[in-house]
């Protein structure tokens, strides 16, 4: 009998698995795929990550703890992974896991992005600069902002590998005595009673009583497995998994492409130094991007983070997803990069697809099985949550082996109102303000 059975083992199953393990909790890790898979939404090579957090002010100290812990992260893969050889289909080994590349949000004063950012700013007192249009050209000469855009600039920004990460989290569990399994699907998963430890029954407990606790049994094709708890962080199969039983949060699969350009010759210095950012199309939109990383000189990541020219389909299960990208696809993305970016405007190097899981609030879900409360559903993290996976492992450590966790998650309660409404529910708010202005709310955000 394990202490927990975690189910997935993408960014959040990962670091929930290590940190688990780190604690001292006996722990088995089921995942469907190999190690480090493009199956589902921890891939693409790299992840933003930010602390003047324009979704809500709350996220600030989570991505504060989080850079905490992958400053330890990458310390650690320096230290012993960085020269082993790579896993096969891995991205290649790299300096440092996390670069501090500094980040720029980009809009209109009244924009979504720029509006939400100067709020967290204001709330948390964070150092941060705001440059005009002629600013940033002189400072940064491959964005080409409108005379009425601005961008708000801070340092503690950067962007993760998001590969190596996982990878890292991975070995970290194994150190610390984490049992793995790949390839193993999970098939089901229902309650079951255990036999209590006599050590748990109190002063007077009596060995011979045979004291009984409510556990879990999960089914592969390979065996059955116990456990006296279960984090289900499974991504976008969540919706097939466990949608029906929490109807009151609707749950969206989205498909989302990213695009790899080479830049101009003469601008690769320029594309090479700059920060990652989020452009807000004020209205329909946002895009996003990186600079190169340093061992692909000149290729330059960049996506649309929501699209408002176009219906986002949910997709129904993420067999569905469909891998090739339409011209009509990369026609939408050049459009754009040849006003904001002309200098990577050339040759589709590659591209990629992945997918969100996106709530109606487009907040995380992390909080017990409404029904059963040794089961700990984690995310999904509607398209902004591989930033946060180092806190949220800790955070499942604290909650599974305490019942409770320092952090404040309540953004990401399950907890609903008399009315059937979700405690956390800032919905018809956001609308109401979003259509005040005119603009579309956009459900997913980076």
Same mark, same amino acid.
């Given at each position: 009998?394990?202490?927990?059975?975690?189910?997935?083992?993408?960014?959040?199953?990962?670091?929930?698995?290590?940190?688990?393990?780190?604690?001292?909790?006996?722990?088995?890790?089921?995942?469907?795929?190999?190690?480090?898979?493009?199956?589902?939404?921890?891939?693409?090579?790299?992840?933003?990550?930010?602390?003047? =957090?324009?979704?809500?002010?709350?996220?600030?100290?989570?991505?504060?703890?989080?850079?905490?812990?992958?400053?330890?992260?990458?310390?650690? =893969?320096?230290?012993?992974?960085?020269?082993?050889?790579?896993?096969?289909?891995?991205?290649?080994?790299?300096?440092?896991?996390?670069?501090?590349?500094?980040?720029?949000?980009?809009?209109? #004063?009244?924009?979504?992005?720029?509006?939400?950012?100067?709020?967290?700013?204001?709330?948390?007192?964070?150092?941060?600069?705001?440059?005009?249009?002629?600013?940033?050209?002189?400072?940064?000469?491959?964005?080409?902002?409108?005379?009425?855009?601005?961008?708000?600039?801070?340092?503690?920004?950067?962007?993760?590998?998001?590969?190596?990460?996982?990878?890292? =989290?991975?070995?970290?569990?194994?150190?610390?005595?984490?049992?793995?399994?790949?390839?193993?699907?999970?098939?089901?998963?229902?309650?079951?009673?255990?036999?209590?430890?006599?050590?748990?029954?109190?002063?007077?407990?009596?060995?011979?009583?045979?004291?009984?606790?409510?556990?879990?049994?999960?089914?592969?094709?390979?065996?059955?497995?116990?456990?006296?708890?279960?984090?289900?962080?499974?991504?976008?199969?969540? #919706?097939?998994?466990?949608?029906?039983?929490?109807?009151?949060?609707?749950? /969206?699969?989205?498909?989302?492409?990213?695009?790899?350009?080479?830049?101009?010759?003469?601008?690769?210095?320029?594309?090479?130094?700059?920060?990652? =950012?989020?452009?807000?199309?004020?209205? #329909?939109?946002?895009?996003?991007?990186?600079?190169?990383?340093?061992?692909?000189?000149?290729?330059?990541?960049?996506?649309?983070?929501?699209?408002?020219?176009?219906?986002?389909?949910?997709?129904?299960?993420?067999?569905?997803?469909?891998?090739?990208?339409?011209?009509?696809?990369?026609?939408?993305?050049?459009?754009?990069?040849?006003?904001?970016?002309?200098?990577?405007?050339?040759?589709?190097?590659?591209?990629?697809?992945?997918?969100?899981?996106?709530?109606?609030?487009?907040?995380?879900?992390?909080?017990?099985? #409404?029904?059963?409360?040794?089961?700990?559903?984690?995310?999904?993290?509607?398209?902004?949550?591989?930033?946060?996976?180092?806190?949220?492992?800790?955070?499942?450590?604290?909650?599974?082996?305490?019942?409770?966790?320092?952090?404040?998650?309540?953004? /990401?309660?399950?907890?609903?109102?008399?009315?059937?409404?979700?405690?956390?529910?800032?919905?018809?708010?956001?609308?109401?303000?979003?259509?005040?202005?005119?603009?579309?709310?956009?459900?997913?955000?980076?």
């Amino acid at each position: 009998v394990y202490d927990c059975i975690v189910v997935g083992i993408g960014g959040h199953g990962s670091a929930s698995l290590a940190y688990l393990a780190q604690s001292g909790q006996k722990v088995l890790g089921l995942e469907q795929f190999k190690p480090v898979h493009k199956h589902g939404s921890s891939h693409g090579r790299t992840r933003i990550y930010r602390q003047a =957090y324009y979704e809500d002010p709350k996220y600030v100290p989570l991505l504060q703890r989080s850079l905490e812990l992958f400053r330890k992260l990458d310390d650690y =893969y320096v230290s012993e992974l960085r020269g082993i050889p790579d896993h096969e289909g891995g991205i290649g080994r790299l300096d440092r896991l996390l670069e501090m590349s500094g980040a720029v949000m980009v809009g209109t #004063p009244d924009s979504e992005v720029v509006s939400g950012v100067l709020r967290s700013i204001k709330e948390h007192a964070m150092p941060h600069k705001v440059y005009n249009a002629a600013q940033m050209r002189e400072l940064y000469p491959t964005f080409h902002l409108s005379e009425d855009e601005v961008a708000v600039h801070e340092d503690s920004a950067g962007y993760l590998m998001a590969e190596l990460c996982v990878e890292s =989290y991975i070995a970290l569990a194994r150190k610390h005595g984490a049992e793995l399994h790949f390839e193993e699907p999970m098939l089901d998963w229902k309650p079951c009673m255990l036999p209590v430890a006599a050590d748990h029954r109190g002063v007077n407990g009596d060995s011979a009583t045979h004291e009984e606790e409510e556990g879990v049994e999960v089914r592969t094709a390979r065996g059955v497995y116990r456990a006296k708890k279960l984090v289900l962080s499974v991504g976008a199969w969540a #919706p097939s998994i466990y949608g029906d039983q929490i109807p009151h949060v609707p749950l /969206f699969i989205e498909r989302r492409v990213l695009f790899w350009f080479q830049c101009d010759e003469d601008k690769i210095g320029d594309f090479n130094t700059m920060p990652v =950012y989020i452009w807000d199309l004020n209205g #329909p939109g946002n895009f996003y991007g990186f600079p190169a990383e340093p061992t692909l000189p000149g290729q330059i990541k960049v996506a649309f983070h929501f699209r408002g020219d176009a219906p986002v389909n949910s997709i129904e299960h993420p067999d569905q997803v469909v891998r090739t990208v339409a011209v009509e696809e990369i026609t939408a993305i050049r459009n754009i990069i040849s006003k904001k970016f002309p200098g990577m405007n050339n040759k589709l190097l590659r591209t990629e697809t992945c997918m969100y899981t996106s709530t109606d609030d487009n907040h995380f879900v992390l909080d017990f099985h #409404p029904r059963h409360k040794n089961v700990l559903l984690v995310s999904p993290c509607s398209g902004h949550g591989f930033k946060f996976i180092s806190v949220v492992g800790e955070i499942v450590s604290e909650l599974i082996g305490k019942g409770q966790t320092r952090h404040d998650i309540s953004l /990401f309660s399950l907890a609903t109102n008399k009315d059937g409404s979700l405690v956390r529910d800032k919905k018809k708010e956001k609308k109401a303000v979003l259509q005040a202005k005119g603009k579309p709310a956009q459900r997913s955000k980076l």
